[in-house]
């Protein structure tokens, strides 16, 4: 069953922006501290930003200042708006509880979506 549902990724130059949505269903995700994710080819997966049931949001020290994340509970959704994007942000994008990258945690990803900054 899928419950998380990641897009708006596309093909921006260095410099540019997207903004990515995430669509979330069941009662797993409700009030729960949810984050972003991404994973780059040989990487493995890095948390992005998170934001929690408070509405508090931290971000990693690459994307801080740059990317914003936000939520909205009524729709289910959850965004991340990225500005000034640099080639090192190219990844497949996902998003997720908190912990769910943890190492021995088993839990179950989106497809993701798939950003590719480049000139």
């Known amino acids: 069953q899928v419950q998380l549902v990641e897009s708006g990724g596309a093909l921006v130059q260095p410099g540019g922006s997207l903004r990515l949505s995430c669509a979330f269903s069941?009662?797993?995700?409700?009030?729960?501290?949810m984050g972003w994710y991404r994973q780059a080819p040989g990487k493995q997966r890095e948390k992005v930003a998170w934001?929690?049931?408070?509405?508090?949001?931290d971000y990693a020290a690459s994307v801080k200042g740059r990317f914003t994340i936000s939520r909205d509970n009524a729709k289910n959704t959850m965004n991340l708006q990225m500005n000034s994007l640099k080639p090192e942000d190219t990844a497949v994008y996902y998003c997720?509880?908190?912990?769910?990258?943890?190492?021995?945690?088993?839990?179950?990803w989106g497809q993701g979506t798939q950003v590719t900054v480049s000139s």
């Open positions: 997720n509880l908190v912990g769910a990258e943890a190492p021995g945690v088993s839990m179950d």
């Open positions: 069941g009662s797993i995700y409700s009030n729960k501290d």
């Open positions: 934001i929690f049931r408070s509405g508090w949001t």
